[in-house]
């Protein structure tokens, strides 16, 4: 978050004719916080707290936090664990170098067989080996259009990958390379929409409604004749845009491209994955995930818990990404209703399917950390699972 939020947030509020205790009732943000704000002593806010602040205030987040309220970076724990891989990317070993000079064919088999792991969330296992897998792309970047392609691949799973984790610069090196190495305008697509969600991460709000949209106007296809693989790239494309645009306070735009988005998704008529890639699975389940996202983002928890029950998501791989997301959703929606014990048996639902992804993510700190705050004392599950996400003491 800029440092010059509490300015322009004390701006906004007095050119609206608010005092502080006004604002604090019409957003549900904290009197104590909107002061340390405005008084500079706090100078880092959730998202989602800009937002809401945003919204009693009448005007978009990005005015508000001029596009810097971000997710922390990776912590110095994650930082060190990846280190390896950030090497690789950012001083790739000349050619010359190695001790064995890959093929191609070779590298893709390496690719493909580490998959699994990408699809499945095995973070520590990917740490190890994937430094292996970007020396060897780069080093067959130039060998022709299959070794181009391969490097693409690779690249794009990096970048994927370290969003994931919060590293964020090293993401935007890796996504940049996948999408210069690309001859594909679906798989370009593809690098396009992680990018989208990159910047939103790094609360780039306008950026990546920008970039969403722009793209997304550009690959909308002939529906009477599109492609599965063309449905999903215009499909997720408009679902950044609508994450984007809902986030900036724009519900209009949000509904709008959620509408898009449905269109192709019910043209597709199933949950597709061109090319058995993860990356681009889209159909009619991945629509309702991030409506009922959307709706949390907007604090509809009786939306969520009313959607959510619609949603056939068992079907859905146990450590896939928009599942679990969409759990946590579910899980605030409880916890933001008082359902305390229903949002910590999702919370370790997630945490026993995909231990190594929760703990990246900062929303299931928040979500714990509501319900802890109703809490004397903690339960030694709650105390467990504290440790377990990284929730700060």
């Known amino acids: 978050m800029s440092a010059h939020i509490g300015k322009r947030l004390r701006g906004i509020r007095k050119r609206r004719g608010m005092s502080q205790r006004e604002l604090a009732k019409g957003s549900g943000v904290s009197l104590s916080l909107i002061r340390k704000l405005e008084q500079g002593e706090r100078a880092d806010t959730r998202l989602e707290t800009a937002r809401r602040l945003a919204v009693a205030l009448g005007v978009p987040t990005t005015q508000l936090v001029a596009e810097g309220a971000a997710d922390r970076a990776a912590s110095s724990a994650t930082a060190d664990e990846w280190g390896g891989v950030r090497n690789a990317l950012l001083a790739p070993v000349p050619p010359d170098d190695l001790d064995e000079a890959p093929t191609v064919a070779g590298l893709r088999a390496a690719v493909e067989s580490a998959q699994p792991l990408f ?15 970007i020396r060897d792309a780069e080093a067959v970047a130039e060998s022709g259009p299959e070794g181009r392609a391969v490097h693409m691949r690779v690249m794009q799973l990096t970048g994927w990958l370290l969003t994931q984790t919060r590293q964020f610069e ?7 390379r996948a ?22 991460r ?6 990546a409604r920008e970039l969403a949209i ?14 599965p693989a ?14 984007a645009s809902i986030r900036d306070n724009r519900p209009g735009e949000a509904a709008g491209a959620l509408r898009l988005a449905n269109s192709a998704a019910v043209a597709l008529g199933r949950e597709f994955a061109p090319d058995n890639d993860f990356l681009r699975v889209f159909g009619p389940v991945t629509v309702a995930l991030k409506r009922t996202e959307n709706a949390m983002v907007v604090d509809r928890p009786d939306l969520v818990l009313k959607l959510a029950p619609q949603i056939p998501v068992n079907g859905m791989r ?12 579910v899980a605030h929606a409880h916890a933001r209703s008082r359902g305390y014990g229903e949002a910590m048996e999702i919370l370790q639902g997630i945490r026993a399917s995909a231990p190594q992804w929760l703990p990246n993510q900062r929303y299931a700190q928040d979500i714990l950390g509501l319900v802890v705050a109703k809490r004397r004392t903690l339960t030694p599950e709650m105390r467990s699972l504290a440790d377990a996400i990284g929730l700060p003491l």
């Open 119 to 133: 699809s499945g969330d095995k973070l520590a296992e990917l740490s190890a080996v994937l430094p292996s897998l």
């Open 230 to 243: 063309e449905l999903s790239a215009w499909g997720w494309l408009l679902l950044r845009a609508s994450a």
């Open 179 to 200: 999408l210069g190495a690309s001859s594909d305008r679906l798989q370009s697509a593809v690098t396009v929409s992680t990018q989208c969600w990159l910047l939103l």
């Open 318 to 329: 146990p450590t896939s990404n928009n599942r679990n997301r969409h759990l946590l959703d």
């Open 202 to 207: 790094c609360g780039k709000l306008s950026e």
């Open 170 to 176: 090293a993401a935007e090196v890796a996504l940049g």
């Open 214 to 227: 722009r793209w997304a106007d550009e690959a909308e296809p002939r529906m009477s004749r599109a492609t």
